[in-house]
């Protein structure tokens, strides 16, 4: 009895040892777990705009993207301000896969031009195509002398059951011909306030130190680490 009853004793304590590792394994998967909840996905189809935002965030937050989801889904953005159409990103994402997620809208607003393109800006002479949408925005600038203008991102935010939005802008003036060649959209025409060169004529690290995005995604990403 003795030795069946130090048999038991011996398997009690391996049994215990067992359920130790047991509970040390829920305990780091709880630990994973909570670092599951920064992984976000990011609204976009715009690779570009990713490689800004992952660069900018760092690597503490996993930023996946809709390719990563396997969504190709044209995510309607029908609003008539940046704040409307990111909501709807955000919405769409919620509503179809149940994600925490964050999509930005952005654009340039220019004063001559009442605002324009503004939420208008990816497609403003009816297509996609960048080189007809700043040849558009030079034309109906003309030689007109008011250049001024702003880039502005407003992302929105859906975590744990919540909806936030950050917002960023810069502003500076559209110049009357294209220079450099980095950055994507309107950069060639864009020269921020303090600076004699266009977003195009930067680097990419450059930008990102100062852009609308940038400041929006810092926001964002102070945000996300408090959580
Ligand atoms: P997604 O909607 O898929 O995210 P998008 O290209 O439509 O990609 P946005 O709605 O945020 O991106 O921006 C609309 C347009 O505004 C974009 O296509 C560019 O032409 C212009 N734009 C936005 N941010 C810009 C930037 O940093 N530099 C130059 N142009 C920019």
Redesign the pocket.
């Known amino acids: 009895m003795l030795i069946f009853g130090g048999v038991n004793s011996w398997k009690d304590s391996n049994i215990l040892q067992r359920e130790e590792h047991c509970q040390q394994r829920e305990r780091t998967n709880k630990k994973l777990n909570l670092k599951k909840m920064l992984e976000l996905v990011?609204?976009?189809?715009?690779a570009?705009?990713l490689e800004?935002v992952q660069a900018i965030v760092g690597s503490a937050f996993i930023i996946k993207s809709?390719n990563d989801i396997d969504c190709s889904d044209d995510?309607p953005?029908t609003g008539e301000t940046?704040e409307e159409?990111a909501k709807q990103?955000t919405d769409y994402l919620v509503n179809k896969y149940g994600l925490y997620c964050f999509?930005?809208?952005?654009?340039?607003e220019i004063d001559a031009l009442n605002g324009e393109?503004g939420?208008y800006?990816?497609?403003?002479s009816g297509s996609?195509d960048?080189e007809k949408?700043i040849d558009l925005v030079l034309q109906k600038l003309g030689d007109n002398t008011n250049r001024t203008a702003r880039?502005k991102?407003v992302i929105s935010l859906y975590l744990n059951e919540q909806q936030h939005f950050f917002e960023g802008s810069i502003e500076g003036k559209i110049i009357e011909e294209r220079r450099g060649i980095d950055?994507?959209?309107?950069?060639p025409i864009?020269i921020p306030n303090g600076y004699d060169r266009t977003?195009a004529e930067m680097t990419a690290a450059e930008?990102n130190s100062i852009?609308?995005?940038a400041i929006a995604v810092g926001k964002l990403a102070t945000y996300l680490k408090t959580k």
Do not use: C, Q, W
Request: glycine share 10%; net charge positive; hydrophobic share 30%.
């Open positions: 990011f609204a976009t189809n715009n570009h705009k800004e809709l995510i953005e940046f159409n990103k999509g930005d809208d952005s654009g340039l393109p939420v800006s990816a497609r403003y996609r960048m949408n880039f991102t950055g994507f959209g309107y950069d864009f977003f930008k852009s609308h995005r």
